[in-house]
């Protein structure tokens, strides 16, 4: 299969997922704080690190596995763009407090997810 559509099969499913993760959150959770995006990029930053994990420890050639689920799925699914809108949103509001929180929570909790991913891959699949 070309790799092309790899990437494109997984970025219709990743970005379906997101859309739909997103409107869930924001029916559960109303709040001015873009709660849906920064989960999306919470566990799509889990999932790339459990990802990369098990594909370097357990598959030969994940070259096609890794072109769907990182790039096209993962890279459907995570929202970075929406995050930079919404934190530019906030700060052309003058909401600084919530434009600093957000900022930082997003890259902190996503380093983390992605951290915690990894070292739950390499626990449970013995890497």
Known sequence: MNSILYVAIGGALGASARYSLSLLISKIYISDYPLGTITVNILGSFLMGFIVGWLSSKVNDASNLMLFLGVGL????????TFSLEAFSMYEKKDYGLFIT????????SIGALILGLILARKVLGT
Request: net charge neutral.
């Open 102 to 109: 957000y900022i930082s929570s997003s890259v902190f909790l």
């Open 74 to 81: 993962l890279g459907g699914f995570t929202t970075f763009s």
